[in-house]
């Protein structure tokens, strides 16, 4: 039996979204039907709206999300009806090349539903990051249903999913922060505060926070940045080295995916050290950097997919950290909104009103 319910549905490039009757088939093998209970609202979304992902539309909105397994399919033995599961994007294979060389986390196979949601006429949908959580209920491979503490509340757990997830692993596991170190973090949306948050956990010392936006720079410190740095009127790269006794930083996270920022992010980095890009660049940007200067300052330059996070391992992890009180997933939470208010939430985005946006079904 076929599901019909609501959800959030991009149809063409920049066109604003719309809420649409859409069909989700029961499980088959290795499927789950998930109720979900929360998805937050992540500025992936809007890159898949505005035709900056791929042109796959029409596209069901929505990833960062955790709810209550439905139903599951044949062969599915991980997670059961009743699970409380946050939502994942990296249901890793266990036999691609990145698997077989111990690093999952790098996945170059990972697993969606094999069925396809569609329209009420049968037009297939393309679900954002082969989720697809604005919605009641949505289908996914059992691989993405990842098991947690059903005690945190989904509005939290479900950040974990996505955005927050790409933000500490940009930090824990991508840059591996440590003790002491010091870390500059650029563009302090829902990602890059959770690079600062992650960067905390760690142990670092001096975090710096960069942003535009004199209030994302104020709920950065609630994070635990130990610095804040207004690049629209300080330069951000004299700021850092100011603050890390004229070197530049240990660890620099870009959390735009700009490619001005980019560089800024290369220039306060010290010697040696680490720039981490976690921010997604738009598919004609160009990255200019003198090259010298990519050999003379060593180090290494490195991309985050998803916080290189392994959901099996990280997330039960984060979420008995957020229980303990050692990280504060409900403070990434400006508001709760319905399934109607993404579109409105896509705009307090863009005039960086809100951290998240998080939709309670
Ligand atoms: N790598 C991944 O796996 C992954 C996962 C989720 C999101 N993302 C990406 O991370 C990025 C951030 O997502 P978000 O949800 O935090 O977005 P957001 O819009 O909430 O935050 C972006 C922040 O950057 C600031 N900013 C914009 N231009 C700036 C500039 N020139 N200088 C300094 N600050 C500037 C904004 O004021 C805002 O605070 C997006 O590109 C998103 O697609 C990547
Ligand atoms: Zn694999
Ligand atoms: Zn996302």
Partial sequence: MAHEVRGVIARSKGEPVSIETIVVPDPGPGEALVAVQACGVCHTD???????????????????AAGVVEAVGDGVTDVQPGDFVILNWRAVCGDCRACNRGEPWYCFNTHNASQKMTLADGTELSPALGIGAFADKTLVAAGQCTKVDPEAPATA???????VMAGLGAAINTAAVTRGQSVAVFGCGGVGDAAIAGSRLAGAATIVAVDIDERKLEWAKEFGATHTCNSSSTDPVEYVRSVTG???????????????????AFEARDLAGTVVLVGVPRPDDVLELPFIEVF???????????????????????IDLYRQGRLDLDRFVSEEIGLDDVEEAFHKMERGEVLRSVVVL
């Fill in 296 to 318: 003379g300052r060593g180090g290494a330059l490195k991309s985050s997919w998803y916080g290189d996070c392994l959901p099996s391992r990280d997330f039960p992890m984060l």
């Fill in 246 to 264: 004229g070197f530049g930083a240990d660890v620099c996270i870009e959390a735009i995916g700009n490619p001005k920022v980019y560089k800024q």
């Fill in 46 to 64: 809007l890159h898949y709206r505005e035709g900056g992902i791929n042109d796959e539309f029409p596209f069901l909105l929505g990833h960062e």
């Fill in 157 to 163: 757990a479900g950040l974990l999913g996505c955005g």
